[in-house]
Protein backbone atom coordinates (compact mmCIF):
# COMPACT_ATOMS: atom_id res chain seq x y z
CA UNK A 1 0.00 0.00 0.00
CA UNK A 2 2.67 2.35 0.81
CA UNK A 3 4.76 1.74 -2.62
CA UNK A 4 1.00 2.51 -4.06
CA UNK A 5 1.03 5.69 -2.54
CA UNK A 6 4.44 6.59 -2.99
CA UNK A 7 3.84 6.05 -6.56
CA UNK A 8 0.68 7.87 -7.10
CA UNK A 9 2.53 10.55 -5.38
CA UNK A 10 6.06 10.46 -7.59
CA UNK A 11 3.61 10.32 -10.70
CA UNK A 12 1.61 13.47 -9.22
CA UNK A 13 4.65 15.18 -8.56
CA UNK A 14 5.87 14.87 -12.36
CA UNK A 15 3.02 15.39 -13.53
CA UNK A 16 2.75 19.15 -11.46
CA UNK A 17 6.06 19.31 -12.92
CA UNK A 18 5.21 19.07 -16.82
CA UNK A 19 1.91 20.79 -16.47
CA UNK A 20 3.43 24.46 -17.19
CA UNK A 21 6.19 23.45 -19.88
CA UNK A 22 3.34 21.72 -21.60
CA UNK A 23 1.17 24.88 -21.25
CA UNK A 24 3.90 26.40 -22.58
CA UNK A 25 4.22 24.53 -25.70
CA UNK A 26 0.88 24.56 -26.46
CA UNK A 27 0.48 28.12 -26.31
CA UNK A 28 3.36 28.47 -28.58
CA UNK A 29 1.37 25.40 -30.70
CA UNK A 30 -1.83 27.71 -30.71
CA UNK A 31 0.16 30.83 -32.44
CA UNK A 32 1.39 28.40 -34.91
CA UNK A 33 -2.07 27.44 -35.60
CA UNK A 34 -3.64 30.92 -35.68
CA UNK A 35 -0.85 31.58 -38.63
CA UNK A 36 -1.51 28.79 -40.18
CA UNK A 37 -5.23 28.63 -40.57
CA UNK A 38 -7.12 28.13 -43.31
CA UNK A 39 -9.88 26.29 -45.27
CA UNK A 40 -9.75 23.65 -48.25
CA UNK A 41 -11.82 24.34 -51.08
CA UNK A 42 -13.20 20.61 -50.34
CA UNK A 43 -14.60 21.79 -46.92
CA UNK A 44 -16.97 23.42 -48.57
CA UNK A 45 -18.51 20.52 -50.19
CA UNK A 46 -19.60 19.73 -46.59
CA UNK A 47 -20.52 22.96 -45.39
CA UNK A 48 -23.11 22.76 -48.22
CA UNK A 49 -24.54 19.84 -47.12
CA UNK A 50 -24.37 21.35 -43.56
CA UNK A 51 -25.73 24.37 -44.58
CA UNK A 52 -28.74 22.16 -45.91
CA UNK A 53 -29.72 20.33 -43.50
CA UNK A 54 -29.79 23.17 -40.79
CA UNK A 55 -32.23 24.99 -43.07
CA UNK A 56 -34.35 21.53 -43.22
CA UNK A 57 -33.66 20.47 -46.55
CA UNK A 58 -32.16 17.01 -45.06
CA UNK A 59 -28.67 15.70 -45.79
CA UNK A 60 -28.07 16.35 -49.26
CA UNK A 61 -25.94 18.51 -51.14
CA UNK A 62 -28.23 18.58 -54.09
CA UNK A 63 -31.53 19.29 -52.42
CA UNK A 64 -33.73 17.50 -55.09
CA UNK A 65 -31.39 14.59 -54.16
CA UNK A 66 -30.43 12.05 -51.36
CA UNK A 67 -26.71 11.83 -51.90
CA UNK A 68 -23.84 12.00 -49.32
CA UNK A 69 -20.89 13.96 -50.62
CA UNK A 70 -19.03 14.01 -48.07
CA UNK A 71 -16.83 11.41 -46.43
CA UNK A 72 -17.07 12.56 -42.74
CA UNK A 73 -20.35 11.93 -40.68
CA UNK A 74 -19.25 13.05 -37.53
CA UNK A 75 -17.51 16.09 -38.30
CA UNK A 76 -20.61 17.03 -40.39
CA UNK A 77 -22.89 17.22 -37.31
CA UNK A 78 -20.11 18.80 -35.13
CA UNK A 79 -20.07 21.44 -37.58
CA UNK A 80 -23.40 21.76 -37.76
CA UNK A 81 -24.10 21.91 -34.55
CA UNK A 82 -23.20 25.86 -33.98
CA UNK A 83 -23.89 26.55 -37.54
CA UNK A 84 -27.47 26.63 -36.52
CA UNK A 85 -26.57 29.58 -34.13
CA UNK A 86 -23.63 31.09 -36.38
CA UNK A 87 -24.40 30.60 -39.64
CA UNK A 88 -21.81 30.59 -41.02
CA UNK A 89 -19.25 27.80 -41.95
CA UNK A 90 -15.31 29.80 -41.59
CA UNK A 91 -14.91 30.80 -38.43
CA UNK A 92 -17.12 27.94 -37.17
CA UNK A 93 -14.92 25.59 -38.39
CA UNK A 94 -11.76 27.05 -37.59
CA UNK A 95 -12.98 27.98 -34.20
CA UNK A 96 -13.57 24.00 -33.82
CA UNK A 97 -10.52 22.91 -35.29
CA UNK A 98 -7.96 24.83 -33.52
CA UNK A 99 -10.22 23.35 -30.28
CA UNK A 100 -9.89 19.79 -31.04
CA UNK A 101 -6.41 20.14 -32.31
CA UNK A 102 -5.30 21.95 -29.26
CA UNK A 103 -6.96 18.97 -27.28
CA UNK A 104 -5.38 16.17 -28.70
CA UNK A 105 -1.74 18.07 -28.58
CA UNK A 106 -2.40 18.77 -24.94
CA UNK A 107 -3.68 15.57 -24.41
CA UNK A 108 -0.61 13.94 -25.77
CA UNK A 109 1.69 16.11 -23.90
CA UNK A 110 0.71 15.79 -20.68
CA UNK A 111 -1.56 12.59 -20.24
CA UNK A 112 1.03 10.20 -22.58
CA UNK A 113 4.21 11.82 -22.56
CA UNK A 114 5.97 10.63 -18.38
CA UNK A 115 8.30 13.46 -18.75
CA UNK A 116 8.96 16.89 -19.83
CA UNK A 117 11.24 15.97 -22.62
CA UNK A 118 9.03 13.93 -24.20
CA UNK A 119 6.08 15.99 -23.97
CA UNK A 120 8.31 18.64 -25.79
CA UNK A 121 9.77 15.92 -28.06
CA UNK A 122 5.99 14.91 -29.19
CA UNK A 123 4.88 18.69 -29.56
CA UNK A 124 7.89 19.13 -31.81
CA UNK A 125 6.66 16.36 -34.02
CA UNK A 126 3.59 17.87 -33.99
CA UNK A 127 4.32 21.48 -34.87
CA UNK A 128 7.16 20.71 -36.99
CA UNK A 129 5.32 18.03 -39.16
CA UNK A 130 3.55 20.32 -42.08
CA UNK A 131 1.06 17.89 -42.78
CA UNK A 132 -0.16 17.67 -39.23
CA UNK A 133 -0.07 21.66 -39.67
CA UNK A 134 -2.08 21.86 -42.20
CA UNK A 135 -4.66 19.70 -42.05
CA UNK A 136 -5.09 20.93 -37.81
CA UNK A 137 -7.46 23.34 -39.46
CA UNK A 138 -8.52 23.18 -43.22
CA UNK A 139 -12.53 23.14 -42.70
CA UNK A 140 -11.94 18.80 -43.02
CA UNK A 141 -11.93 16.10 -40.86
CA UNK A 142 -8.30 15.71 -39.44
CA UNK A 143 -8.32 17.49 -36.25
CA UNK A 144 -11.48 15.90 -34.48
CA UNK A 145 -9.91 12.59 -35.35
CA UNK A 146 -6.53 13.65 -33.87
CA UNK A 147 -8.96 14.71 -31.09
CA UNK A 148 -10.81 11.36 -30.67
CA UNK A 149 -7.51 9.39 -31.37
CA UNK A 150 -5.84 11.42 -28.51
CA UNK A 151 -8.84 9.64 -25.92
CA UNK A 152 -7.93 6.22 -27.83
CA UNK A 153 -4.53 6.47 -26.79
CA UNK A 154 -4.59 7.93 -23.43
CA UNK A 155 -7.42 5.50 -22.56
CA UNK A 156 -5.45 2.43 -23.95
CA UNK A 157 -1.80 3.35 -22.56
CA UNK A 158 -2.66 5.38 -19.37
CA UNK A 159 -6.18 4.86 -17.74
CA UNK A 160 -6.23 2.47 -15.18
CA UNK A 161 -9.92 2.57 -14.47
CA UNK A 162 -13.22 0.71 -15.92
CA UNK A 163 -14.41 3.84 -17.95
CA UNK A 164 -11.55 5.24 -18.74
CA UNK A 165 -11.24 1.95 -21.16
CA UNK A 166 -14.62 2.18 -21.87
CA UNK A 167 -14.31 6.03 -23.21
CA UNK A 168 -11.17 4.72 -25.21
CA UNK A 169 -13.25 2.20 -27.01
CA UNK A 170 -16.19 4.26 -27.46
CA UNK A 171 -13.91 7.31 -29.04
CA UNK A 172 -12.31 4.53 -31.98
CA UNK A 173 -15.95 3.60 -32.65
CA UNK A 174 -16.79 7.14 -33.25
CA UNK A 175 -13.35 7.80 -34.84
CA UNK A 176 -14.33 5.20 -37.88
CA UNK A 177 -17.62 7.41 -38.21
CA UNK A 178 -15.59 10.62 -38.75
CA UNK A 179 -13.68 8.74 -41.27
CA UNK A 180 -14.43 4.66 -42.30
CA UNK A 181 -11.04 4.04 -43.01
CA UNK A 182 -9.42 4.57 -40.16
CA UNK A 183 -10.92 1.76 -38.75
CA UNK A 184 -7.66 0.03 -40.15
CA UNK A 185 -5.52 2.14 -37.88
CA UNK A 186 -7.26 2.85 -34.26
CA UNK A 187 -9.17 -1.34 -34.34
CA UNK A 188 -6.05 -2.97 -33.75
CA UNK A 189 -5.08 -0.71 -30.68
CA UNK A 190 -8.50 -0.89 -29.20
CA UNK A 191 -9.35 -4.49 -29.67
CA UNK A 192 -5.57 -6.43 -29.35
CA UNK A 193 -6.10 -8.99 -26.57
CA UNK A 194 -5.23 -6.89 -23.19
CA UNK A 195 -6.00 -3.41 -25.15
CA UNK A 196 -8.65 -2.75 -22.19
CA UNK A 197 -7.89 -5.20 -19.45
CA UNK A 198 -11.20 -5.66 -17.48
CA UNK A 199 -13.32 -4.74 -19.96
CA UNK A 200 -15.47 -7.91 -21.56
CA UNK A 201 -14.96 -8.14 -25.30
CA UNK A 202 -18.03 -7.84 -26.32
CA UNK A 203 -18.60 -4.57 -24.28
CA UNK A 204 -15.60 -3.78 -26.46
CA UNK A 205 -17.03 -5.24 -29.33
CA UNK A 206 -20.01 -3.22 -29.42
CA UNK A 207 -18.68 0.37 -28.44
CA UNK A 208 -16.31 -0.23 -31.37
CA UNK A 209 -18.70 -1.36 -33.73
CA UNK A 210 -22.32 -0.08 -32.34
CA UNK A 211 -21.43 3.85 -33.98
CA UNK A 212 -20.32 2.43 -37.49
CA UNK A 213 -23.09 0.10 -37.84
CA UNK A 214 -25.54 2.57 -36.70
CA UNK A 215 -24.36 4.70 -39.37
CA UNK A 216 -24.15 2.32 -42.13
CA UNK A 217 -28.03 0.96 -41.28
CA UNK A 218 -28.86 4.51 -41.08
CA UNK A 219 -26.80 5.51 -44.56
CA UNK A 220 -28.44 2.13 -46.05
CA UNK A 221 -31.98 3.90 -45.19
CA UNK A 222 -31.87 7.19 -46.00
CA UNK A 223 -29.00 7.36 -49.26
CA UNK A 224 -29.80 3.80 -50.26
CA UNK A 225 -26.10 2.79 -50.18
CA UNK A 226 -23.66 1.66 -47.47
CA UNK A 227 -20.71 4.06 -48.22
CA UNK A 228 -20.55 7.63 -49.05
CA UNK A 229 -20.76 8.65 -52.78
CA UNK A 230 -17.48 9.92 -52.56
CA UNK A 231 -16.21 6.44 -51.75
CA UNK A 232 -17.74 5.03 -55.50
CA UNK A 233 -16.32 8.34 -57.36
CA UNK A 234 -13.14 7.84 -56.16
CA UNK A 235 -12.57 4.30 -55.44
CA UNK A 236 -14.77 2.41 -58.45
CA UNK A 237 -12.75 4.72 -61.04
CA UNK A 238 -11.44 1.89 -63.82
CA UNK A 239 -8.10 2.82 -62.91
CA UNK A 240 -5.96 -0.13 -63.39
CA UNK A 241 -4.23 -1.11 -59.92
CA UNK A 242 -1.19 -0.64 -61.17
CA UNK A 243 -1.42 3.16 -61.61
CA UNK A 244 -3.09 3.66 -58.82
CA UNK A 245 -0.20 2.00 -56.47
CA UNK A 246 2.67 3.95 -58.60
CA UNK A 247 0.44 6.72 -57.71
CA UNK A 248 0.51 5.79 -53.87
CA UNK A 249 4.03 5.51 -54.51
CA UNK A 250 4.30 9.49 -55.64
CA UNK A 251 2.35 10.40 -52.69
CA UNK A 252 4.79 8.73 -50.29
CA UNK A 253 7.50 10.14 -52.20
CA UNK A 254 6.20 14.18 -52.51
CA UNK A 255 5.79 14.18 -48.54
CA UNK A 256 9.46 12.75 -47.87
CA UNK A 257 10.57 15.61 -50.38
CA UNK A 258 8.61 18.29 -48.92
CA UNK A 259 7.70 17.39 -45.08
CA UNK A 260 10.82 15.14 -44.16
CA UNK A 261 9.86 14.62 -40.72
CA UNK A 262 6.11 13.04 -41.20
CA UNK A 263 7.41 9.90 -42.66
CA UNK A 264 10.52 9.78 -40.42
CA UNK A 265 8.54 10.01 -36.97
CA UNK A 266 5.89 7.73 -38.28
CA UNK A 267 8.50 4.76 -38.85
CA UNK A 268 10.24 5.82 -36.08
CA UNK A 269 7.03 4.90 -34.29
CA UNK A 270 6.41 2.41 -36.58
CA UNK A 271 9.51 0.42 -35.32
CA UNK A 272 9.33 1.35 -31.71
CA UNK A 273 5.83 0.12 -31.29
CA UNK A 274 6.91 -3.42 -33.42
CA UNK A 275 8.90 -3.65 -30.67
CA UNK A 276 7.17 -2.36 -27.07
CA UNK A 277 4.53 -4.97 -26.59
CA UNK A 278 2.09 -2.53 -25.06
CA UNK A 279 2.06 -0.92 -28.09
CA UNK A 280 2.71 -3.85 -30.92
CA UNK A 281 -1.38 -2.70 -31.91
CA UNK A 282 -0.23 0.09 -33.02
CA UNK A 283 2.50 -1.15 -35.18
CA UNK A 284 -0.47 -3.15 -36.85
CA UNK A 285 -2.55 -0.15 -37.09
CA UNK A 286 0.13 2.14 -38.58
CA UNK A 287 1.39 -0.32 -41.23
CA UNK A 288 -2.23 -1.31 -42.32
CA UNK A 289 -3.19 2.19 -42.70
CA UNK A 290 -0.16 3.45 -45.04
CA UNK A 291 -0.79 -0.17 -46.98
CA UNK A 292 -4.49 0.67 -47.59
CA UNK A 293 -2.96 4.49 -48.69
CA UNK A 294 -0.55 3.10 -51.14
CA UNK A 295 -3.33 0.88 -52.37
CA UNK A 296 -5.70 3.84 -53.21
CA UNK A 297 -3.47 5.93 -54.81
CA UNK A 298 -2.79 8.43 -52.07
CA UNK A 299 -4.42 11.80 -52.64
CA UNK A 300 -3.77 15.12 -54.05
CA UNK A 301 -3.63 17.01 -50.62
CA UNK A 302 0.18 16.24 -49.94
CA UNK A 303 0.21 14.94 -46.95
CA UNK A 304 -3.15 14.69 -45.65
CA UNK A 305 -3.80 10.79 -44.93
CA UNK A 306 -0.82 10.83 -42.89
CA UNK A 307 -1.09 13.24 -40.28
CA UNK A 308 -4.01 10.41 -38.12
CA UNK A 309 -0.48 7.68 -38.10
CA UNK A 310 1.82 10.29 -37.73
CA UNK A 311 -0.48 11.12 -34.34
CA UNK A 312 -0.38 7.18 -33.16
CA UNK A 313 3.09 7.16 -33.96
CA UNK A 314 3.90 10.52 -31.89
CA UNK A 315 1.86 8.99 -29.20
CA UNK A 316 4.30 5.78 -29.48
CA UNK A 317 7.27 7.53 -29.27
CA UNK A 318 6.68 10.04 -26.35
CA UNK A 319 5.06 7.03 -24.53
CA UNK A 320 7.68 4.26 -24.94
CA UNK A 321 11.05 6.03 -26.22
CA UNK A 322 13.71 6.90 -23.53
CA UNK A 323 13.23 9.96 -23.72
CA UNK A 324 13.24 11.36 -20.14
CA UNK A 325 16.98 11.30 -19.75
CA UNK A 326 18.57 14.03 -21.26
CA UNK A 327 21.02 11.81 -22.76
CA UNK A 328 18.32 10.69 -25.46
CA UNK A 329 15.60 13.97 -24.75
CA UNK A 330 17.84 16.61 -25.75
CA UNK A 331 18.93 14.85 -29.08
CA UNK A 332 15.59 13.67 -29.93
CA UNK A 333 13.93 17.43 -29.84
CA UNK A 334 17.60 18.23 -31.54
CA UNK A 335 16.41 16.20 -34.58
CA UNK A 336 12.76 16.87 -34.32
CA UNK A 337 13.87 20.26 -35.26
CA UNK A 338 16.42 20.15 -37.45
CA UNK A 339 14.02 17.67 -39.84
CA UNK A 340 10.97 20.30 -39.54
CA UNK A 341 13.28 22.83 -40.84
CA UNK A 342 15.14 21.10 -43.91
CA UNK A 343 11.86 20.76 -45.41
CA UNK A 344 11.41 23.27 -48.27
CA UNK A 345 8.50 25.47 -46.81
CA UNK A 346 8.83 25.09 -42.59
CA UNK A 347 5.69 25.31 -40.16
CA UNK A 348 7.69 28.28 -38.10
CA UNK A 349 8.22 30.49 -41.15
CA UNK A 350 4.76 30.56 -42.10
CA UNK A 351 2.90 34.14 -42.39
CA UNK A 352 0.33 36.04 -44.05
CA UNK A 353 2.14 35.77 -47.18
CA UNK A 354 2.39 32.36 -47.48
CA UNK A 355 1.48 31.41 -51.33
CA UNK A 356 2.66 28.01 -53.19
CA UNK A 357 0.08 27.73 -55.98
CA UNK A 358 2.33 25.11 -57.92
CA UNK A 359 0.82 21.38 -58.94
CA UNK A 360 3.25 18.89 -60.04
CA UNK A 361 2.87 16.47 -62.87
CA UNK A 362 2.33 14.43 -60.36
CA UNK A 363 -1.15 15.70 -58.82
CA UNK A 364 -0.38 16.35 -55.40
CA UNK A 365 -0.22 19.94 -54.11
CA UNK A 366 0.67 21.72 -50.82
CA UNK A 367 -3.30 22.64 -50.19
CA UNK A 368 -3.03 24.85 -47.86
CA UNK A 369 -0.25 26.48 -50.14
CA UNK A 370 -2.93 26.73 -53.02
CA UNK A 371 -5.67 28.22 -50.72
CA UNK A 372 -3.86 30.07 -48.49
CA UNK A 373 -4.71 33.52 -50.45
CA UNK A 374 -8.48 33.34 -50.54
CA UNK A 375 -8.90 31.41 -47.53
CA UNK A 376 -5.96 32.23 -44.95
CA UNK A 377 -7.13 33.44 -41.37
CA UNK A 378 -4.07 35.72 -41.15
CA UNK A 379 -5.22 37.23 -45.18
CA UNK A 380 -9.02 38.25 -44.63
CA UNK A 381 -8.30 41.46 -43.09
CA UNK A 382 -8.79 43.98 -40.17
CA UNK A 383 -12.63 43.25 -41.28
CA UNK A 384 -12.34 39.51 -39.74
CA UNK A 385 -15.64 38.76 -42.19
CA UNK A 386 -15.62 35.51 -43.92
CA UNK A 387 -13.29 35.23 -47.11
CA UNK A 388 -15.88 36.28 -49.78
CA UNK A 389 -14.47 35.22 -53.76
CA UNK A 390 -17.71 36.27 -55.61
CA UNK A 391 -19.92 33.75 -57.48
CA UNK A 392 -18.15 32.38 -60.72
CA UNK A 393 -19.88 33.89 -63.95
CA UNK A 394 -21.03 30.57 -64.48
CA UNK A 395 -22.73 30.11 -61.57
CA UNK A 396 -24.18 33.44 -62.20
CA UNK A 397 -24.90 33.23 -65.90
CA UNK A 398 -27.24 30.24 -64.58
CA UNK A 399 -28.70 31.52 -61.52
CA UNK A 400 -29.65 34.95 -63.26
CA UNK A 401 -31.53 32.98 -66.20
CA UNK A 402 -33.48 31.18 -64.23
CA UNK A 403 -31.66 27.40 -65.22
CA UNK A 404 -32.01 24.86 -63.26
CA UNK A 405 -29.01 22.71 -63.60
CA UNK A 406 -25.27 23.15 -64.54
CA UNK A 407 -22.36 21.29 -65.32
CA UNK A 408 -18.84 22.18 -63.21
CA UNK A 409 -15.96 20.47 -61.71
CA UNK A 410 -15.28 23.22 -59.61
CA UNK A 411 -17.77 22.23 -56.55
CA UNK A 412 -16.54 23.54 -53.10
CA UNK A 413 -16.31 27.25 -52.60
CA UNK A 414 -18.65 28.22 -55.81
CA UNK A 415 -20.73 25.28 -55.16
CA UNK A 416 -21.68 26.95 -51.23
CA UNK A 417 -21.40 30.36 -52.68
CA UNK A 418 -23.66 29.34 -55.54
CA UNK A 419 -26.86 28.41 -52.92
CA UNK A 420 -29.79 25.57 -53.48
CA UNK A 421 -31.24 27.88 -56.55
CA UNK A 422 -29.51 25.60 -58.72
CA UNK A 423 -28.75 21.82 -59.15
CA UNK A 424 -25.41 21.12 -59.80
CA UNK A 425 -23.87 18.35 -61.78
CA UNK A 426 -20.42 17.52 -60.42
CA UNK A 427 -18.23 16.34 -63.53
CA UNK A 428 -15.63 14.61 -60.98
CA UNK A 429 -19.03 12.47 -59.30
CA UNK A 430 -18.17 13.34 -55.89
CA UNK A 431 -21.80 15.02 -55.41
CA UNK A 432 -23.29 12.58 -58.13
CA UNK A 433 -24.86 9.36 -57.82
CA UNK A 434 -25.13 8.35 -61.74
CA UNK A 435 -21.63 9.66 -62.84
CA UNK A 436 -19.38 8.14 -59.34
CA UNK A 437 -21.10 4.71 -61.19
CA UNK A 438 -19.42 5.30 -64.48
CA UNK A 439 -15.85 4.49 -65.27
CA UNK A 440 -13.20 7.77 -65.27
CA UNK A 441 -11.96 9.17 -68.61
CA UNK A 442 -8.45 10.63 -69.10
CA UNK A 443 -6.78 12.70 -68.49
CA UNK A 444 -7.00 12.56 -64.29
CA UNK A 445 -5.45 13.84 -61.49
CA UNK A 446 -5.44 11.71 -58.21
CA UNK A 447 -8.48 12.62 -56.37
CA UNK A 448 -10.05 14.73 -59.70
CA UNK A 449 -11.44 11.47 -61.82
CA UNK A 450 -13.50 13.36 -64.63
CA UNK A 451 -16.73 11.56 -66.23
CA UNK A 452 -18.36 11.86 -69.63
CA UNK A 453 -21.41 13.34 -69.53
CA UNK A 454 -24.33 10.39 -71.01
CA UNK A 455 -26.31 11.79 -73.72
CA UNK A 456 -29.32 12.96 -72.17
CA UNK A 457 -28.38 13.11 -68.92
CA UNK A 458 -28.03 16.95 -68.27
CA UNK A 459 -31.72 17.16 -70.14
CA UNK A 460 -32.71 14.72 -67.22
CA UNK A 461 -31.70 17.01 -64.42
CA UNK A 462 -33.04 19.91 -65.76
CA UNK A 463 -35.90 18.63 -66.24
CA UNK A 464 -36.32 16.33 -63.41
CA UNK A 465 -37.41 13.28 -65.85
CA UNK A 466 -35.10 10.46 -67.29
CA UNK A 467 -34.23 11.76 -71.29
CA UNK A 468 -30.82 9.62 -71.03
CA UNK A 469 -30.57 8.11 -74.74
CA UNK A 470 -29.06 4.55 -74.07
CA UNK A 471 -31.94 2.02 -72.79
CA UNK A 472 -29.69 0.29 -70.49
CA UNK A 473 -28.08 3.25 -68.78
CA UNK A 474 -31.74 4.64 -68.40
CA UNK A 475 -32.77 1.66 -66.80
CA UNK A 476 -29.88 2.18 -64.51
CA UNK A 477 -30.66 5.84 -63.69
CA UNK A 478 -34.45 4.80 -63.24
CA UNK A 479 -32.95 3.03 -60.21
CA UNK A 480 -30.54 5.58 -59.09
CA UNK A 481 -33.74 8.47 -58.68
CA UNK A 482 -35.88 5.91 -57.20
CA UNK A 483 -33.31 5.28 -54.90
CA UNK A 484 -32.69 9.39 -54.61
CA UNK A 485 -35.52 11.13 -54.90
CA UNK A 486 -38.52 8.88 -54.14
CA UNK A 487 -40.40 8.84 -50.38
CA UNK A 488 -37.68 6.64 -48.15
CA UNK A 489 -40.54 4.25 -46.87
CA UNK A 490 -42.07 3.37 -50.86
CA UNK A 491 -41.99 -0.29 -51.64
CA UNK A 492 -40.40 0.44 -55.07
CA UNK A 493 -37.39 2.70 -52.98
CA UNK A 494 -36.68 -0.44 -50.45
CA UNK A 495 -37.13 -2.99 -53.52
CA UNK A 496 -34.82 -1.05 -55.38
CA UNK A 497 -31.97 -1.09 -52.39
CA UNK A 498 -32.11 -4.48 -52.38
CA UNK A 499 -31.34 -4.48 -56.03
CA UNK A 500 -28.45 -1.81 -56.26
CA UNK A 501 -26.79 -3.69 -52.88
CA UNK A 502 -26.70 -7.05 -54.42
CA UNK A 503 -25.65 -5.99 -58.12
CA UNK A 504 -28.94 -6.49 -59.52
CA UNK A 505 -28.42 -3.74 -61.57
CA UNK A 506 -25.31 -3.61 -62.63
CA UNK A 507 -25.55 -5.91 -65.61
CA UNK A 508 -27.38 -2.84 -67.06
CA UNK A 509 -24.56 -0.14 -66.64
CA UNK A 510 -21.90 -2.84 -67.74
CA UNK A 511 -24.00 -3.61 -70.75
CA UNK A 512 -23.64 0.54 -71.08
CA UNK A 513 -20.02 0.93 -70.46
CA UNK A 514 -19.31 -1.83 -72.68
CA UNK A 515 -20.87 -0.63 -75.48
CA UNK A 516 -19.79 3.01 -75.25
CA UNK A 517 -16.04 1.85 -74.67
CA UNK A 518 -15.25 5.28 -73.66
CA UNK A 519 -13.26 4.41 -69.98
CA UNK A 520 -10.25 5.67 -70.85
CA UNK A 521 -8.77 5.02 -67.65
CA UNK A 522 -8.55 1.47 -68.56
Given amino acids: MLQAVTSTGSSGRAASALLPLALAGLAIY ?30 RWNPAERVQAYTHPLWLFVVSIPFAF ?5 F ?25 LAALTGLGIL ?19 HALLAVVLAGCWRSTTYGGRLAATLAAGLLVVNRMDLALLVLPIVLWPGAAPGVRRRVRLALAAGPLAAWTLFSLFYYGVPFPNTAYAKLATGIPRAEALAQGGAY ?22 AVTPAARAAAFGIAAYLGYVLWIGGDFMSGRFFTAPLFVAAGVIVRYAPLGSPVFGLPAIAAVAALGLTAPRPTIHSDGRYHHPHIPDHGIADERGVY ?9 GRAWTPPDVGLDAKYTFAIERGRRAITSDFIGLQGYLAG ?11 ADPLLARLPAERPWRV ?10 YFQSVNTGGNEIRDADLARYYDAIRVLTRDPLLSTTRLMAILRMNTGGLDAARDAYVARMGTSTAR
Fill in 30 to 59: AVLLVRTAWLSDDAYITFRTVANFVDGEGL
Fill in 86 to 90: TREPY
Fill in 92 to 116: TSIALSIGFSLFAAGTLAVRLAPSA
Fill in 127 to 145: GFSRAFVDFSTSGLENALS
Fill in 252 to 273: FRESLASDPLTLVAIAVGLALA
Fill in 372 to 380: YRTTGLLRI
Fill in 420 to 430: RSIHIIDLLAL
Fill in 447 to 456: GHYPRALPDG
